[in-house]
């Protein structure tokens, strides 16, 4: 392939700036990922508060990792990730209705997020012109006029001395904080317009250990809100022997880092032989509590101005809902766009990325924000159609508990295998409306 530039330099060691870096390896002679965690990044890492919690490679990221990286899904399993297939080795609740389970060949891939990052991180590892700066953040762009970053400038967190980066081009992976907003300022850029959603979203979570076949061949049980309950459970396996448990809420209701209220809170969410599965377990960690005030979507695509030489990937571009499982997806997708359009060039790089981008990531934005804003406690989306979605969706999901195809046609749009859309074809109207489902849903 093609050398387009000499030097990349990615700012974040997360999977996004990971999937990025390697795409960037087939374009430019050099690479450097810039990640503030030190050592300690092979483990649970200070910048990835999430990573306690609930992770796997869900329906579209499977097959986007695997166009990215060939044999990574397979290398998974064979280190010891929990493969299921996720209609037939699900147990999904949604609106207090279990969505009927069958083999729809929609397959899984359950793990810790330090395990799936440590895989992607290894085989980064074996490319030589490929350089990870551990311990190091970036301070501030390098710019000899606004209209072209040629670098960035990085040191050591709490101060020492600083190191220049030219490069032809940096791509901001830092996630939430977005190191290019500040840098976008001082350089007299306009902000990106932001679409928010605060879902007031918690989560708490603690590590267990039980059998991999305690629920014969389940792998995940997912209990989901109700419209009279903004609160639900997880209790997922992973690698090692071990079962991730957590307690998730929206609005009012927080999730305990106490070890006791925690448990009654499990308790009450959890099917009976679940909590009898979790009461038999070994406790692992102590409990670890994420908050989630708002997501997010910013439009770099609507932006008339920006410098060259800078790209925006990751939950730095936007953050959906972590519950949804659509992040890794999605970082999958922004590194194969990524590679689409260095295929162009660097010359206005940004503008193709960004189009591409956001209309990667619209329809899973769409679904999730009218998901929550049914829900207690968080705000309506103001999205256009919202009653008639919300009146469906419980039709839809009532049916689902004895249709299996809508069952896994819902879970397809809730994994971004299929546009939203797709809910509303006529077969899939007809099985909806003239369902036993339907019919109970319609008397509730």
């Known amino acids: 392939m093609p050398v387009t530039g000499v030097h990349a330099v990615v700012l974040g060691g997360g999977m996004s700036g990971l999937m990025a870096a390697h795409v960037l390896a087939d374009h430019f ?7 503030r965690d030190g050592d300690e990044a092979t483990g649970h890492r200070r910048g990835v508060p999430q990573g306690w919690h609930p992770h796997a490679l869900v329906l579209r990221a499977t097959d986007l990792l695997e166009e990215l990286l060939p044999g990574m899904n397979e290398q998974y399993v064979r280190d010891g990730g929990v493969p299921a297939e996720m209609m037939g080795q699900h147990r ?9 389970q069958s083999d729809a060949g929609l397959n899984t891939v359950w793990a810790s997020r330090p395990f799936l990052e440590r895989g992607i991180r290894e085989r980064l590892g074996g490319r030589g012109h490929v350089t990870l700066r551990q311990g190091w953040e970036a301070v501030g762009p390098l710019a000899p006029t606004p209209e072209r970053i040629t670098g960035v400038v990085v040191g050591r967190p709490g101060g020492g001395g600083t190191e220049n980066l030219t490069a032809d081009l940096v791509v901001d ?15 007299g850029y306009p902000l990106p317009r932001e679409e928010r959603v605060k879902v007031n979203l918690a989560y708490a979570t603690r590590i267990l250990r039980c059998d991999a076949d305690v629920f014969a061949s389940d792998r995940a049980i997912a209990v989901g809100p109700r419209l009279d309950r903004a609160r639900g459970l997880y209790f997922t396996v992973r690698e090692e022997g071990q079962w991730t448990l957590t307690v998730y809420g929206y609005g009012d209701f927080r999730p305990s880092d106490d070890t006791a209220v925690f448990m009654e809170q499990v308790r009450e969410l959890a099917p009976d032989d679940v909590w009898a599965a979790i009461q038999a377990a070994e406790p692992l960690t102590d409990v670890h509590v994420f908050h989630v005030p708002e997501t997010y979507r910013r439009r770099y695509d609507k932006l008339s101005r920006f410098p060259s030489g800078l790209l925006v990937t990751g939950d730095a571009l936007a953050a959906l809902n972590p519950l949804y499982g659509t992040g890794m997806m999605y970082s999958a997708a922004y590194a194969l766009i990524l590679g689409r359009r260095l295929r162009e060039g660097l010359d206005g790089l940004h503008r193709g990325f960004f189009k591409d981008a956001a209309r990667a990531v619209a329809g899973s934005w769409r679904f999730s924000s009218l998901s929550d804003s049914f829900l207690p406690g968080v705000p309506d989306s103001g999205l256009p159609g919202a009653r008639v979605a919300l009146w469906y969706l419980r039709r839809l999901v009532a049916a689902a508990e004895h249709d299996p195809v809508l069952a896994a046609d819902f879970i397809r749009v809730a994994g971004a295998l299929r546009s939203p859309v797709a809910l509303a074809r006529p077969e899939m109207l007809l099985r909806t409306l003239g369902s036993r489902g339907a019919a109970r849903a319609r008397r509730g």
Do not use: D, K, P, Q
């Open 29 to 35: 002679e050099r690479v450097t990922v810039v990640e």
């Open 92 to 100: 999904l609740f949604y609106f207090g209705h279990m969505l009927r």
């Open 173 to 187: 992976a830092t996630g939430r904080t977005g190191r290019n907003r500040a840098w976008l300022r001082e350089l």
